[in-house]
DNA sequence: CGATTCCATGGAATCGATTCCAAGCCATCG
DNA sequence: CGATGGCTTGGAATCGATTCCATGGAATCG
């Protein structure tokens, strides 16, 4: 009834439990009658060997756990796809862990995955340098941080720069004639939700769109946060003809925000999303999203702990991210907004 | 450097390791001025438990498996996350494994659980009693079958009654005009596969629609097995004007097939899926769905788990699906196929 | 042929936390 | 006043696999 020990096993073969023990991890000191007779009654037993009890012996675990923001948000449901994928190639196992955007969920987890002694993890990390993330730190784990980053805390990581997305993205948008743009931040506790407003910031500048601050609106990156930062939107005295999110699950409550209102998007006003999921291209209308390598992302931030774990210090990768237009975006902006609203008595700041 | 041990807590307390064991692990017989000293030298230390010598020694590990078939399918994704939170209420942390719709894969990760000692698993089994599972059974491991389950294999489960749902969809076709009905089916090796192939051609036979079986083509429940699908329906001298597909991801497949031969869904030919996610409503058309409670369908298989480690026999849970009507599928079957087909010169089985 | 090396092997210690068991202490009771 | 009982405490064994160290036998070399 209790599962066989490595002890039975070498009862079963005639030998001690160490020989048992070198024939079952390949250590080459072991004779081939010792090997097949060991081998032979693990196999009788469905020996399964106790990774608590190797892992406390040896002092690693052979796991890794992966911290994401939001197991539901399709960028984190791939990543940990391939995180998962890539880490098992290297042979270790991963503890999906999932903040759900919380930083006391994201200390819980942290808690566990330190307690069960990880050989490494790797998260996306909520707030700024919370105390898990210090412990982590201080305690000398391997540590990968992926797509956000923590000030001050100095740690490998891979993020997207957000920069040339945005930037293209705002250029598609003024090239079609859009001056105001409304914009859906995110959280300015994680670093992409700072980032990626600094460079929309910086793009409209280049592009000579209005800059008013009215049109930035902050969300969480959750669903509910997207409709919201556009119902306020659309109460502005002088809305926007173009809204940008910072991330595809706002735009997803953008959209079905300006769906219930009957405003229509790609014709009424356009939307763009940070992200491109694959959902975006049957959707009504098919979304712009800005694209950047889910893939690439994952496959990085696992060579890159494994690289801390083998004692080096790697260098940051940085991802590129382009746009990807489609129907959402792809038309002329209207003469005058269909939303209805007082005549620009005072046009301010809007260049001939 | 190294992780502080229970018996640095003792030293700097000035107790023994039993008692700093016992006041750590909240054992009432510790007088106040032991426990006061205790915990500030656990606070003093930083000191984190090693799990794994704690799980050696008693005989469990606070955690559970889930296995779940395809992390990026959104209706497993929602599924982890639900059984996660519902573990973490109980006190127990999930290791989630993701089998790829492989058995393989699958295998693979069951015997890592079985290595690491968890006390028990929740599986959306592959195949049919694949050597793993049967493992897990025979060794007495508190298992519960969740969305899927194995013939001939006794473990509680938690299933959705595909019956209802199925037939309300047929009733909906039927009832706008539809004969032929096209059915992208799960995979054979799947429970859920089988039960939704056999309670659609019940519903067809309730309905006195066409029974061809050229009209069933079988994919594997991912993307690309929809289009494929949807491909071989195409080509049928008499096909279908309404497209039912057993999960949402073939959905999506045919979907995009449909849309790249530019037939027009909702118009041309109707679309229904099993599953009911949040991104059908968004797409174009809004997708007719199948739903079930994820949230539900979860908790219980946490209730049921623990139920079984308790010891007890729980009984397994089916729970009801129900159609929920979009514009993919709310029109009038057309006069005659858009598709191009031959004129039906010898209109087979075809009740006037 | 004796001595040195090499190799396979077993005994025992070890990893860190828990828990059984025995002992010590104080208080209460007969 | 001695004894019994209730508490707290420490020593030591334990969980299962790994690994250091020593040993015995075979093989090789001078």
């Known amino acids: 009834m209790d599962p066989a020990t490595i002890r039975d096993v070498a009862a079963l073969a005639g030998v001690s439990a160490a020989t048992a023990s070198r024939v079952l991890s390949g250590n080459p000191a072991t004779s081939p009658a010792a090997r097949a007779r060991v081998e032979h009654a693990a196999r009788e037993l469905d020996f399964r060997p106790n990774a608590q009890a190797r892992a406390l012996r040896r002092t690693r675990s052979d796991s890794i756990g992966l911290l994401v923001s939001d197991v539901r948000n399709p960028f984190f449901a791939d990543l940990a796809h391939t995180v998962e994928q890539a ?10 862990g999932n903040a759900n955007e919380s930083e006391q969920q994201q200390d819980r987890y942290l808690d566990t995955l330190i307690s069960r002694r990880v050989d490494g993890v790797i998260v996306a990390p909520q707030g700024d340098g919370s105390s898990s993330i210090a412990t982590l730190v201080a305690r000398g784990i391997p540590t990968v941080f992926v797509d956000r980053t923590v000030p001050g805390v100095d740690v490998p990581s891979v993020t997207t720069d957000s920069d040339a997305g945005l930037r293209e993205a705002v250029a598609h948008l003024a090239g079609h004639g859009h001056r105001r743009v409304g914009y859906i931040a995110g959280p300015p506790t994680a670093s992409t939700g700072r980032e990626r407003l600094a460079a929309h910031t910086r793009a409209l500048a280049e592009h000579g769109l209005d800059a008013d601050p009215a049109l930035v609106v902050s969300g969480d990156f959750q669903a509910a946060s997207g409709s919201a930062a556009v ?15 910072a991330d595809s699950l706002m735009a997803v409550g953008a959209v079905r925000q300006l769906q219930e209102r009957g405003i229509r998007i790609g014709v009424d006003v356009a939307v763009v999303a940070f992200d491109d999921i694959e959902w975006f291209s049957l959707m009504n209308p098919p979304l712009t999203g800005i694209a950047h390598s889910v893939e690439a992302m994952g496959r990085a931030a696992v060579r890159l702990l494994l690289a801390v774990m083998a004692g080096e210090r790697p260098d940051p990768v940085r991802l590129p991210s382009s746009l990807v237009p489609r129907a959402s975006s792809d038309f002329a902006v209207p003469a005058r907004p269909v939303v209805a609203v007082p005549p620009p ?4 700041e809007q260049p001939s």
């Open 231 to 245: 119902r306020s939107l659309l109460e502005l005295a002088h809305p926007p003809t173009a809204i940008l999110a």
């Open 87 to 96: 880490a098992l190639e290297a042979g270790y196992v991963t503890l999906l």
């Open 345 to 348: 008595s005072t046009p301010r």
